[in-house]
C-alpha cells in the first residue's frame, strides 16, 4: 500500500516570488513515480511534473522543479517567479508496481498575490 | 485533439434516484480510470478499464456503484439509490495504456455530484 502526506493545507506567494510545497510519502515498492499535478478552479487536473524513482537527477520543467529525497521519501515541488495563473490545489500523487492506481495526497490550496 | 470530456459538468439529484456518469477518453487510450474527490476523503482510486474490462474494481465503494465501458472506449459510472455522502466531484482519466507501462494519464474536467 501506498500513503501520500501534503502538510500544508494552504500557502500563499506573492508573485515573481518562489515557493515550495511539501510532499512525503511511503511504499513498499522498490519501482515507483512521483507526480505533481494541478488542479485549477476548472477542475482540470494538469499534470506538472513528473519523477521516476530510479532517477538520482531531480526532474525540472520550466519554472518548476522537485527535490526528491529518496531515503527521507520526500518528494516537494519549487514553483519559482510564480504567477497569478499558479494559483490552483497542487497534489502530489505516487504510481507503485501496479502501475495504474495514483495516490494523491489531500492537496495544498496555492494562492498567488499580486 | 481533444481531451478527455465528461458529462453532465454538474448534476443535482435527489436521495434515492439513480444517476449516470459519462466519460469519453481520448482517442487511442487503451486505459481509462474513475476517481472520485470529496472534501473529507481527497482523491481515491474507484475502478480501472484495460479496454472494455475492468481488472481492479477495488475502489468502488459499494455495490450501489457500478462502471461499464464498451468499444474500447465511452465509459458510464452509475450510482444506485443515491445517497448524500455520495456528493463529490467524479474524475475520469485516460492513457495510451495501463498496467505494465507508464503512461501520463490526463484527467477530465469532472462531474459534480450534489445529492439532496
Known amino acids: 500500500a501506498q500513503t501520500v502526506t501534503q502538510s500544508q493545507p494552504e500557502m500563499s506567494v506573492q508573485e515573481a516570488e518562489t515557493v515550495t510545497l511539501s510532499c512525503t510519502y511511503d511504499t513498499s515498492e522498490s519501482n515507483y513515480y512521483l507526480f505533481w499535478y494541478k488542479q485549477p478552479p476548472s477542475r482540470q487536473m494538469i499534470l506538472v511534473i513528473r519523477q521516476e524513482a530510479y532517477k538520482q537527477q531531480n526532474a525540472t520543467e520550466n519554472r518548476f522543479s522537485v527535490n526528491f529525497q529518496k531515503a527521507a521519501k520526500s518528494f516537494s515541488l519549487k514553483i519559482s517567479d510564480s504567477q497569478l495563473g499558479d494559483t490552483a490545489m497542487y497534489f502530489c500523487a505516487s504510481l507503485g508496481g501496479s502501475n495504474y492506481k495514483l495516490t494523491f495526497g489531500k492537496g495544498t490550496l496555492l494562492t498567488v498575490n499580486p | ?116
Open chain 2, 1 to 116: 485533439g481533444a481531451g478527455v470530456s465528461q458529462s453532465p459538468s454538474n448534476k443535482v439529484t435527489e436521495k434515492g434516484k439513480d444517476v449516470e456518469l459519462r466519460c469519453d477518453p481520448i482517442s487511442g487510450h487503451t486505459a481509462l480510470y474513475w476517481y472520485r474527490q470529496s472534501l473529507g476523503q481527497g482523491l481515491e482510486f474507484l475502478i480501472y478499464f484495460q479496454g472494455n474490462s475492468a481488472p481492479d474494481k477495488s475502489g468502488l465503494p459499494s455495490d450501489r456503484f457500478s462502471a461499464e465501458r464498451t468499444g474500447g472506449s465511452v465509459s458510464t459510472l452509475t450510482i444506485q439509490r443515491t445517497q448524500q455522502e455520495d456528493s463529490a466531484v467524479y474524475l475520469c482519466a485516460s492513457s495510451l495504456a495501463g498496467s505494465g507501462s507508464i503512461n501520463e494519464q490526463f484527467f477530465g474536467p469532472g462531474t459534480r455530484l450534489t445529492v439532496l
